[in-house]
Protein backbone atom coordinates (compact mmCIF):
# COMPACT_ATOMS: atom_id res chain seq x y z
CA UNK A 1 0.00 0.00 0.00
CA UNK A 2 1.66 3.26 -0.64
CA UNK A 3 1.84 6.06 1.59
CA UNK A 4 3.04 9.43 2.05
CA UNK A 5 3.87 10.75 5.51
CA UNK A 6 4.37 14.60 5.56
CA UNK A 7 6.07 16.28 8.52
CA UNK A 8 7.94 19.57 9.12
CA UNK A 9 4.97 22.18 9.43
CA UNK A 10 4.67 24.35 12.02
CA UNK A 11 4.60 28.02 13.01
CA UNK A 12 7.33 30.42 12.14
CA UNK A 13 7.53 34.53 11.96
CA UNK A 14 8.25 35.92 8.60
CA UNK A 15 11.31 35.29 6.95
CA UNK A 16 11.96 32.20 8.73
CA UNK A 17 12.69 29.05 7.31
CA UNK A 18 11.44 25.29 7.53
CA UNK A 19 11.59 22.02 5.41
CA UNK A 20 9.06 20.16 5.06
CA UNK A 21 9.10 16.35 4.25
CA UNK A 22 7.67 14.12 2.47
CA UNK A 23 8.41 9.90 3.52
CA UNK A 24 7.25 7.19 0.70
CA UNK A 25 6.62 3.81 1.93
CA UNK A 26 5.28 0.91 -0.47
CA UNK A 27 6.35 2.90 -3.57
CA UNK A 28 9.65 4.42 -5.23
CA UNK A 29 9.36 8.05 -5.20
CA UNK A 30 12.77 8.21 -8.14
CA UNK A 31 10.29 7.08 -10.51
CA UNK A 32 7.33 9.04 -10.41
CA UNK A 33 6.69 13.27 -10.70
CA UNK A 34 7.02 14.08 -6.88
CA UNK A 35 5.30 17.45 -5.88
CA UNK A 36 4.91 19.86 -2.98
CA UNK A 37 0.98 21.10 -3.17
CA UNK A 38 -0.53 23.62 -0.38
CA UNK A 39 -4.24 24.83 0.18
CA UNK A 40 -4.85 28.31 2.26
CA UNK A 41 -8.51 28.71 3.98
CA UNK A 42 -10.85 29.59 1.43
CA UNK A 43 -8.62 29.20 -1.72
CA UNK A 44 -8.24 26.05 -4.41
CA UNK A 45 -5.34 23.96 -4.09
CA UNK A 46 -2.37 25.14 -6.14
CA UNK A 47 1.10 23.37 -7.17
CA UNK A 48 4.03 24.86 -5.41
CA UNK A 49 6.43 22.69 -6.91
CA UNK A 50 7.49 19.55 -8.42
CA UNK A 51 10.71 17.31 -9.31
CA UNK A 52 10.81 14.59 -12.23
CA UNK A 53 12.38 11.60 -12.03
CA UNK A 54 15.15 12.70 -13.85
CA UNK A 55 15.24 15.58 -10.95
CA UNK A 56 14.16 18.37 -13.73
CA UNK A 57 12.13 21.21 -11.07
CA UNK A 58 9.27 23.73 -11.73
CA UNK A 59 8.19 26.20 -8.95
CA UNK A 60 4.89 28.29 -8.61
CA UNK A 61 6.22 31.77 -9.46
CA UNK A 62 5.12 33.12 -6.19
CA UNK A 63 7.79 30.66 -4.75
CA UNK A 64 10.29 31.00 -6.88
CA UNK A 65 13.85 31.55 -5.64
CA UNK A 66 12.68 30.44 -1.95
CA UNK A 67 11.91 27.48 -2.04
CA UNK A 68 13.62 24.40 -3.22
CA UNK A 69 12.41 20.73 -3.81
CA UNK A 70 15.00 18.01 -3.73
CA UNK A 71 14.47 14.54 -3.11
CA UNK A 72 16.42 11.80 -1.42
CA UNK A 73 16.35 8.39 -3.43
CA UNK A 74 18.32 6.42 -0.56
CA UNK A 75 15.54 7.55 1.78
CA UNK A 76 12.67 7.51 -0.04
CA UNK A 77 11.74 11.06 0.33
CA UNK A 78 10.75 14.38 -0.94
CA UNK A 79 11.23 17.77 0.52
CA UNK A 80 10.76 21.44 0.52
CA UNK A 81 12.62 23.44 1.76
CA UNK A 82 11.07 27.35 2.45
CA UNK A 83 13.12 29.91 3.23
CA UNK A 84 11.56 34.10 3.62
CA UNK A 85 8.94 32.90 4.77
CA UNK A 86 5.67 35.48 4.00
CA UNK A 87 2.25 35.09 5.51
CA UNK A 88 0.93 34.28 2.31
CA UNK A 89 2.35 31.03 2.89
CA UNK A 90 0.25 30.08 5.10
CA UNK A 91 -1.69 26.83 4.22
CA UNK A 92 -1.97 23.39 4.43
CA UNK A 93 1.09 21.85 2.37
CA UNK A 94 0.35 17.90 0.75
CA UNK A 95 2.87 15.66 -0.74
CA UNK A 96 1.40 14.09 -4.37
CA UNK A 97 2.59 11.36 -6.17
CA UNK A 98 2.09 11.29 -10.03
CA UNK A 99 1.03 13.89 -11.78
CA UNK A 100 -2.89 13.42 -11.47
CA UNK A 101 -4.34 10.29 -13.27
CA UNK A 102 -4.15 7.06 -12.56
CA UNK A 103 -1.90 6.23 -9.30
CA UNK A 104 -1.77 9.58 -7.97
CA UNK A 105 -1.34 9.53 -3.83
CA UNK A 106 -1.58 12.43 -1.80
CA UNK A 107 -0.22 12.44 1.67
CA UNK A 108 -2.36 13.87 5.05
CA UNK A 109 -0.79 17.04 4.78
CA UNK A 110 1.00 19.40 7.45
CA UNK A 111 0.19 22.94 8.86
CA UNK A 112 2.39 25.75 8.08
CA UNK A 113 1.70 29.05 9.42
CA UNK A 114 3.15 32.42 9.12
CA UNK A 115 2.80 34.86 11.38
CA UNK A 116 4.36 37.24 13.84
Known amino acids: QVRLVESGGGLVQPGGSLRLSCAVS????????MGWYRQAQGKQRELVAR???????NYADSVKGRFTISRDDAKNTVYLQMDSLKPEDTAVYYC??????????WGQGTQVTVSS
Open 96 to 105: RRGDGGIGTY
Open 26 to 33: GSTCSIYV
Open 51 to 57: ITPVGTT
